[in-house]
C-alpha cells in the first residue's frame, strides 16, 4: 500500500488543491489531505469546516482520507507509514520555498520522497489568501472554490456586497 500525505492550510480549498489531489491519486494507493495546524496562524474557517470542506470537494475521488494534524511534518509522516508528500507547484515564486523544505523534510526522515505536480495552468494564480480577499468584497469567485466551499465563504462574509469603491 503507497501512501501520500498532502499537506496544507487549506484555508479554504479550492480548485488548485482538488486538481494537485486528483494528479496525486492517479499515482498512490492512499491520499491523505492533511490539514497542518498552525497554532500561531488565525485561520478564517476551523479546522472541522476545513475537514468538511475538503471531504465534500473530493467524495468522488475513492482512496483519500482528510486528517488533521499539529506538529512536524516528518513525525507525521511516520505515523502513517507514508512514502511520500505531495506538494502543489505553481510558479517559481514557489519553488525557492518548496526546495528549502523538501531538503529540510529529506534531513529529517531521508526515505520519504517529495512528489510536485503542476496544476492545470488555470489555477497557476489560484490560492486561498487571494479567494478569502475577493469574497470579502462580494467578489465572483465561482470557477475558483467548488460551490459548497463558495457558500461557506458567503456565510462568512454576509455584508459582502459587490457594490463597487468607496473613494475618499
Ligand atoms: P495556499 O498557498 O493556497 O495557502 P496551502 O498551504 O493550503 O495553500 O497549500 C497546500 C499545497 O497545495 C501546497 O503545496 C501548495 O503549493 C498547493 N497549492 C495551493 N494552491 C494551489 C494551486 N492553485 N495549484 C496548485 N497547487 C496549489
Excluded: C, W
Aim: hydrophobic share 45%; charged share 25%.
Amino acid at each position: 500500500m503507497r501512501v501520500a500525505i498532502y499537506p496544507g492550510t487549506f484555508d479554504p480549498i479550492t480548485y488548485g488543491h482538488i486538481d494537485i489531489a486528483e494528479r496525486a491519486v492517479t499515482l498512490f494507493d492512499k491520499i491523505v489531505i492533511t490539514i497542518a495546524v498552525n497554532s500561531s496562524k488565525k485561520p478564517l474557517f476551523s479546522i472541522d469546516e476545513r475537514k468538511k470542506m475538503i471531504m465534500e470537494s473530493v467524495s468522488y475521488l475513492s482512496n483519500i482520507e482528510v486528517d488533521a494534524f499539529e506538529g512536524l511534518l516528518m513525525d507525521y509522516v511516520k505515523t502513517k507509514k507514508a512514502a511520500a508528500v505531495i506538494r502543489g507547484l505553481r510558479a517559481i515564486s514557489d519553488f525557492e520555498y518548496e526546495l528549502q523544505m523538501a531538503l529540510m523534510n529529506r534531513k529529517l526522515a531521508e526515505d520519504v520522497v517529495t512528489v510536485f505536480l503542476m496544476p492545470n495552468v488555470n489555477y497557476t494564480y489560484l490560492n486561498s489568501t487571494i479567494v478569502k480577499e475577493v469574497a470579502s468584497f462580494g467578489g465572483d469567485i465561482s470557477g475558483l472554490v467548488p460551490p459548497g466551499v463558495e457558500r461557506r465563504l458567503r456565510e462568512k462574509f454576509p455584508k459582502a456586497i459587490h457594490s463597487g469603491i468607496k473613494k475618499y
